[in-house]
């Protein structure tokens, strides 16, 4: 399942830099995930890394988009690939 950014964001720009898929940009609004590129860190880093940065908490998982350990890793590895 992709993470989403919530309303409660603050636009403080420390989530972006973190993010090794560049799944994170800035929307009208506030940040905003691209679901296409968001593994959840997975074939990265044990966690996802925008949650731990995030200082008021607001990138839950996104219930709408949900994937398995496989699927977010198959997504990594066709990331990987297309940089290549």
């Known amino acids: 399942m992709a993470l989403m950014i919530t309303d409660d964001c603050i636009n403080c720009d420390v989530c972006e830099p973190e993010c ?3 799944a994170i940009y800035m929307g009208a609004e506030i940040y905003e995930i691209n679901p296409d590129k968001c593994t ?3 074939g990265h ?3 996802p890394q925008c949650q ?3 200082p008021v908490s607001c990138i839950p998982f996104n219930p709408a988009w ?3 350990e496989d699927q977010l890793r198959e997504k990594f590895e066709r990331l990987q690939a297309a940089k290549a």
């Open 20 to 22: 090794p898929n560049d």
């Open 66 to 68: 949900r994937e398995s």
């Open 45 to 47: 880093f044990n966690e």
């Open 40 to 42: 959840e860190c997975v």
């Open 52 to 54: 731990q940065v995030c």
